[in-house]
T-cell receptor, first 115, second 114 residues
């Protein structure tokens, strides 16, 4: 069965610093896709970045990047040069490559960026 | 571009009532998901449809929760009868039918059961 675990409930950082959020996952599938989503204070959930399990290179989009460590079943989200507006809850999610393609989420990490 | 539309945005129900939440997915998306979000449990999968077929029905939610996809552009989630512990935000999301496709979320329906 799929499982996604985020152990950090909240992180506080100063603006313009780099933050890493952890996520580990469990799957029996050989092909899967890992996602990070952001939920803002208004409740809106938006997609940030995706990592394909068969790709060795880490995905990067803007000031978001991933640290994909497949042997450890780990997919960390790195935000560089944090901004106040990065304050939000970040969810890690997994979608398996075979079967029904359902999406399972972690419990989320709340990030607070202070000036 | 029309995203995922959920109605109503807020719902207040008395214990024992039946409520129906509605969702319109992004046009062209074949996958539709219903999630319940609470502070303690996070995002829990209630139901998952592909091309109107129920793929997953979130075992723990079977008895009082029923999601239906009446056509490719409309889904409902019925809770009957409601209980105070059902108070949560109910989120609908849709995507294209491929495992590498991201989800698009609606703004959610905040349900309060008194």
């Amino acid at each position: 069965a799929q499982k996604v675990t985020q152990t950090q409930t909240s992180i506080s950082v100063m603006e313009k610093t780099t933050v890493t959020m952890d996520c580990v996952y469990e799957t029996q599938d050989s092909s899967y896709f890992l996602f990070w989503y952001k939920q803002t204070a208004s409740g809106e959930i938006v997609f940030l970045i995706r990592q394909d399990s068969y790709k060795k290179e880490n995905a990067t989009v803007g000031h978001y990047s991933l640290n994909f460590q497949k042997p450890k079943s780990s997919i960390g989200l790195i935000i560089t040069a944090t901004q106040i507006e990065d304050s939000a809850v970040y969810f890690c999610a997994m979608r398996e490559g075979t079967g029904g393609y359902k999406v399972v989420f972690g419990s989320g990490t709340r990030l607070l960026v202070s000036p | 571009d029309a995203g995922v539309t959920q109605t109503p945005r807020h719902e207040v129900a008395e214990k024992g009532q039946t409520i129906i939440l509605k969702c319109e997915p992004v046009s062209g998306h074949n996958d539709l998901f219903w999630y319940r979000q609470t502070k303690i449990q996070g995002l829990e999968l209630l139901s998952y449809f592909r091309s109107k077929s129920l793929m997953e029905d979130g075992g723990a939610f079977k008895d009082r929760f029923k999601a239906e996809m009446l056509n490719s552009s409309f889904s409902t989630l019925k809770i009957q009868p409601t209980e105070p512990k059902d108070s949560a935000v109910y989120l609908c999301a849709s995507s294209f039918s491929d495992s590498n496709e991201r989800l698009f979320f609606g703004h959610g329906t905040k349900l309060s059961v008194l």
